[in-house]
């Protein structure tokens, strides 16, 4: 949108508490600081799911925004200790039990014991569903693992090329 119409700028807006995970991004304001500044913009388009396609993604390729690929520096921390996290908001699918069960033989299978649904601050490789712990995990230079169960793969596939994605049964 910016290079169609010279002098448009395009920010994006995330609610406050998310806010840490953008951090260093240029136009990306708070949810608090748009209500704030409303009248200093002249359109406003709020963002919600079709239940198909990510609506992050899809307004990101409609307007030629680049989404990726986020690199970060790796952690040195080779220990690789593990959190699996199984907490979600919909439209992200929780994962039943059968599937919890097959990640966690697939994490012991790599030669860790994970914990479940800690903190993420203590552990080196995070395996989560989509939420945003992972992308947190991701951006800091973690390992990361998503287990896909909403529509947001390849949006965190375009971010995160380095990541990987695991396929329970």
């Not at 998310?18 to 963002?47: G, V």
Request: net charge negative; proline share 6%; aromatic share 12%.
């Amino acid at each position: 949108m910016e290079k169609t119409f010279p002098g448009v700028k395009v920010f994006l807006s995330a609610r406050d508490e998310y806010m840490y995970l953008l951090k260093n991004q240029e136009r990306i304001i708070s949810k608090t600081q748009l209500k704030e500044n409303r009248q200093n913009f002249s359109y406003i388009r709020e963002l919600f799911t079709d239940m198909t396609n990510h609506p992050i993604e899809a307004f990101m390729n409609e307007s030629d925004i680049p989404c990726g690929p986020i690199f970060s520096e790796k952690s040195s921390n080779e220990s690789q200790n593990c959190v699996l996290l199984t907490t979600c908001n919909p439209p992200v699918r929780e994962l039943t039990g059968l599937q919890i069960s097959n990640i966690i033989k697939f994490i012991k299978n790599c030669g860790c014991n994970p914990a479940i649904n800690e903190k993420i601050n203590n552990f080196d490789w995070v395996v989560s569903v989509e939420n945003e712990f992972l992308y947190e995990a991701a951006s800091s230079g973690k390992r990361t693992t998503l287990i896909p169960t909403g529509f947001g793969e390849n949006l965190f596939r375009r971010m995160f090329p380095q990541a990987e994605i695991y396929y329970p049964v």
